[in-house]
């Protein structure tokens, strides 16, 4: 019933900019987390970013922070993450999910509903 809609990926040179988006449907949970994993050929999936939507709060793992921000639109029901300064080693599938029984924002949580993913490519 609940589907995660993700766009945004791409290929890009290093130093490019890419924004991804993520627009679930179908969701009533009143409060939830949401952000983005990625996984890499051989590497174990990575916990980026998420965002809460009671306050706005937010997580960054170390290797993007300064770098990547998320952000929501309330209106749109959408949440982007806007990802600059890209290098070779963001290349990854990047997959959108959601925890719908968490406020605080965190990647150990419980995430029921994952987005179909979106290729992020960075290379000169």
């Known amino acids: 019933q609940v589907q995660l809609v993700e766009s945004g990926g791409g290929s890009v040179q290093p130093g490019g900019s890419l924004r991804l988006s993520c627009t679930p449907l179908g969701f009533t949970a009143n409060f939830y987390v949401i952000g983005w994993f990625r996984q890499a050929p051989g590497k174990e999936r990575e916990g980026v970013s998420c965002?809460?939507?009671?306050?706005?709060?937010?997580y960054y793992a170390d290797s993007v922070k300064g770098r990547f921000t998320i952000s929501r639109d309330e209106a749109n029901n959408t949440t982007y993450l806007q990802m600059n300064s890209l290098k070779p080693e963001d290349t990854a599938v990047y997959y959108c999910?959601?925890?719908?029984?968490?406020?605080?924002?965190?990647?150990?949580?419980?995430?029921?509903?994952w987005g179909q993913g979106t290729q992020v490519t960075v290379s000169s």
């Open positions: 965002i809460s939507n009671s306050d706005d709060s937010t």
């Open positions: 999910a959601l925890d719908p029984s968490r406020i605080f924002p965190t990647m150990m949580g419980q995430f029921d509903y």
